[in-house]
């Protein structure tokens, strides 16, 4: 096993690395922060946790995948919806 280690201790193994790899990243291409919630109006996630996913951890991810959920569910958009598309509404091209 592979490990960071810092003063001794072990701070990330190569498993859980290699498990934070495995959850891609949210981000759909539409950037763009609604100063109402502070969030992407594409992946809805907070900044800090745009800044953050590269060095989260696979545990980390999951509880901002699930903050995502929650958030689109407050929105009332489908968790499979595409930017833009909220409840009642379509897309325009």
């Not at 072990?10 to 690395?17: H, K, P, Q, R």
């Not at 934070?20 to 291409?29: E, G, K, Q």
């Not at 995948?65 to 919806?81: H, W």
């Amino acid at each position: 096993m592979i490990a960071l280690v810092c003063a001794g201790h072990a701070l990330i193994s190569d498993e859980s690395m290699t498990a934070a790899f495995d959850l891609p990243s949210p981000c759909i291409s539409v950037c763009q922060v609604d100063n109402a919630t502070g969030c992407c109006i594409g992946c809805y996630r907070a900044i800090d946790e745009i800044r953050e996913w590269p060095i989260l951890t696979a545990d980390e991810k999951r509880a901002v995948l699930a903050r995502i959920a929650d958030r689109k569910t407050a929105a009332g958009v489908s968790a499979g919806a595409s930017a833009g598309v909220t409840a009642g509404t379509t897309e325009s091209s």
